[in-house]
């Protein structure tokens, strides 16, 4: 039972380069999220989505893109990576019916130089 | 706006004490309180979560919460810590259980012999 996986673990990017970081889940949860997680700031969420389809902006959201085609997977693009990009990623799942409780990833940690 | 408070960054504790961990927040109703536990490396867990109902909730690895209204607190107890409890706790809290959580910054514990 893999849960939620994230890929890559580990990225180093040049400012203004583009990547995507893939999230994938196979507990056929409708509710998935990314954060990302820096020092002294807790996580922050990126974006968010409810089911394929729909996606919404959450706390931080400015460089980075969403879709949502299946339910299975929820990848975050940076269009153009800047160093305040430069954190560890967690992609989140729930099932959406008001538990609270997100199956998180093992995270992916970006570099930008 | 809603917001977590952990006044604690780092706490060490000797292998067999107790442990207290505190978490403040801000909230105009009563709020759905987490706890989650991050090893390190690894993604985020749930500890314990807080809906309704009795004030002392129990969680996994022997962990258990008291939720305070008076206090706006959500402090996480452990009678008698173990080496492997070390890890970063966060606190956070959601609006009616949805699965958009705000986190707390996080406290670090170590555990010395």
């Known amino acids: 039972n893999a849960g939620v996986t994230q890929t890559p673990k580990f990225q180093v990017l040049k400012t203004g380069q583009s990547m995507t970081l893939q999230c994938a889940q196979d507990?056929?949860?409708?509710?998935m999220s990314w954060y990302r997680q820096d020092p002294g700031m807790g996580l922050r969420l990126i974006h968010y989505?409810?089911?394929?389809?729909?996606?919404d902006q959450g706390e931080v959201p400015n460089g980075y893109n969403v879709s949502r085609s299946t339910t299975e997977d929820f990848p975050l693009r940076l269009l153009s990576a800047a160093p305040s990009q430069t954190s560890v990623y967690f992609c989140?799942?729930?099932?959406?019916?008001?538990?609270?409780?997100?199956?998180f990833g093992e995270g992916s940690r970006l570099t930008v130089l | 706006a809603q917001s977590v408070t952990q006044p604690d960054i780092h706490i060490t504790v000797s292998e067999g004490a107790s442990l207290e961990l505190r978490c403040n927040y801000s909230y105009g109703a009563t709020p759905y309180l987490f706890w989650y536990v991050q090893s390190p490396g690894q993604g985020l867990q749930l500890l314990l979560k807080y809906f309704s109902g009795d004030t002392l909730v129990q969680g996994i690895k022997g962990f258990e919460a008291e939720f305070k209204r008076s206090q706006s607190s959500f402090n996480l107890r452990k009678p008698s810590v173990h080496w492997s409890d070390a890890a970063e706790y966060f606190c956070a809290l959601s609006n009616f259980g949805n699965e958009k959580l705000t986190f707390g910054t996080g406290t670090r514990l170590t555990i010395i012999p």
């Open positions: 507990m056929n949860h409708e509710y």
């Open positions: 989505s409810v089911g394929a389809g729909i996606t």
């Open positions: 989140a799942s729930n099932s959406g019916v008001n538990t609270g409780e997100l199956f």
